[in-house]
């Protein structure tokens, strides 16, 4: 035990004297080895008389002195720095005037907009029922009003149209897939049957040209129908979003109008309000009266543009069916060239038809 006590003192020996140490910083993590100030060198772990881990000093009895490192910066969790262009904080709040400003100014729009709109749509509510209630007067255009119901019962019609042609054509479709294959099991049976060979073949070039002028009708068939769903569908529903966008003009400004006539003699004293009132007014007013100029004027330009196209598709009908169920090969294929449809080829008729 005497010759460990030399060694531990030989290796006391070996350390710097205070004078040197006093200004060196030892790292390492707390409770390990650190130099006292002037009092003697505690460790964290001292040797007992049985060689165990113990709390005594070593040598002088001397309790372990409270270290005097620093302690390591815990470097797994770095602390983020701060962006230079990120604005100061205080206390959690944004102390930047630009992003607060923008802030408050966005924040004051949206709830600017949210608020006109509650108030256009209550309004508007309490006019359509008031409305049908019969407790309110609606601005009425008999004129007008009567074409655009003329012009919504005429889409109806040609919807139906277009649903029969659809449903006519897929029929003929049938048709003409089956008089292809009835003109290919005839042409076979004429090469195995030799005593019936010329009926066969008689029968199958008739199914051939059957087929023939059935694809060019189904080419004519589906010219109409491409033609007048695009009328339906597309000219006629942009014209109906406008009378859509004018009944909803009619409806706020009618609303507008019996909030003035409601309010105007409350507000004799509040001439601000009374003003805002009337700018309202004025505002829809101006927008009703525009919605329905720009109805007026494409309604008249749609039953121009119905007209013309209804009137060369009704043509190409008429000629191309009367042209195939009188056997007139010519003149079916002549119609179908003078309205610039192209004919397609026999093997294309079914990828044609899916495609459509």
């Known amino acids: 035990m005497a010759e460990r006590e030399r060694s531990i003192h030989e290796m006391l020996k070996d350390t710097p004297s205070m004078n040197d140490s006093c200004g060196a910083v030892h790292t390492g993590t707390e409770g390990t080895i650190g130099i006292g100030s002037g009092i003697g060198i505690g460790m964290g772990m001292g040797i007992g008389m049985s060689g165990s881990a113990s709390s005594h000093s070593i040598g002088t009895g001397i309790p372990l002195s409270t270290s005097s490192s620093l302690p390591l910066r ?6 983020t720095p701060m962006s230079p262009t990120s604005p100061q904080t205080s206390n959690g709040f944004l102390t930047s005037t630009d992003g607060s400003s923008s802030l408050i100014r966005t924040s004051a729009s949206k709830i600017d907009s949210i608020k ?4 256009s749509t209550y309004k508007c509510t309490r006019q359509i ?11 009425v255009d008999s004129e007008l009003e ?5 012009l919504r019962e005429t889409q109806r019609k040609y919807l139906s149209i277009l649903r029969l042609t659809r449903a006519f054509s897929s029929h003929f479709q049938h048709v003409v897939v089956s008089q292809q294959a009835l003109a290919d099991a005839f042409a076979d049976l004429a090469q195995k049957n030799p005593e019936l060979q010329k009926e066969f073949i008689c029968n199958s070039e008739t199914q051939r040209n059957l087929t023939k002028n059935g694809e060019l009708l189904l080419n004519a068939l589906n010219f109409f129908i491409s033609s007048v769903n695009t009328l339906c569908n597309k000219t006629i529903d942009d014209t109906l979003l406008t009378i859509r966008q004018y009944e909803t003009a009619r409806i706020e400004f009618d609303a507008y109008r019996m909030d003035l006539e ?13 003003e805002e009132t009337q700018r309202s007014y004025a505002h829809h007013k101006d927008l009703y009266e525009k919605l329905r100029g720009d109805v007026a004027v494409k309604m008249q330009f ?3 543009n119905r007209i013309k196209v209804m009137h060369k598709q009704l043509i190409l009908l008429h000629n191309a069916i009367a042209a195939y169920f009188s ?3 010519m003149a079916l294929e ?15 008729v079914t990828g044609s038809w899916l495609e459509q």
């Open 146 to 150: 009567a074409q655009i119901e003329q």
């Open 302 to 304: 749609l039953d121009e």
């Open 74 to 79: 815990n470097h797994s969790a770095p602390t």
């Open 129 to 139: 029922m008031l409305e049908k209630l019969g407790k309110s007067q609606r601005t």
């Open 334 to 348: 002549s119609t179908l060239k003078q309205f610039n449809i192209k004919l397609k080829s026999p093997n294309n």
């Open 262 to 274: 409601n309010t105007k003699p409350e507000l004799t004293d509040a001439a601000a309000s009374l």
């Open 327 to 329: 056997g007139n090969a």
């Open 116 to 119: 006109n709109w509650s108030i």
